[in-house]
Nanobody, 120 residues
Framework: QVQLVESGGGSVQAGGSLRLSCKAS????????MGWFRQAPGKQREGVAR??????SPYYADSVKGRFTISRDNATVYLQMNSLSPEDTGMYYC???????????????WGRGTQVTVSS
């Protein structure tokens, strides 16, 4: 089993930046990838970005390409978010899994989330 703890959320104005962190513990190498997902009130959880545990190979949702960067340093995964807009508001979750697209069903381990709020 893998435990994930997110941090770094907060409130920013549109155009601002935040950096999220996700620290993993447990047998991480039993998984293939880690990802960031977000969920706005009343909406489904959606994949934002993912990175392979071996080899990185970052992959992004179209909505965040060019603005967000996912990176990894050993057992910690980061999400650098720039040029934030109110549409980026939501709870951001870190996940680990073995099917490495941006669908939630590919991920078996989830953190509790960190809130990101972007005001206009």
């Amino acid at each position: 089993q893998v435990q994930l703890v997110e941090s770094g959320g907060g409130s920013v104005q549109a155009g601002g930046s935040l950096r999220l962190s996700c620290k993993a513990s447990g047998y991480l190498y039993s998984r293939v990838c880690m990802g960031w997902f977000r969920q706005a009130p009343g909406k489904q959880r959606e994949g934002v970005a993912r990175i392979l545990i071996v080899g990185d190979s970052p992959y992004y949702a179209d909505s965040v390409k060019g603005r967000f960067t996912i990176s990894r340093d050993n057992a910690t995964v980061y999400l650098q978010m720039n040029s934030l807009s109110p549409e980026d508001t939501g709870m951001y979750y870190c996940a680990a899994g073995r099917l490495c697209g941006l669908g939630v069903t590919g991920y078996s381990d989830w953190g509790r989330g960190t809130q990101v709020t972007v005001s206009s």
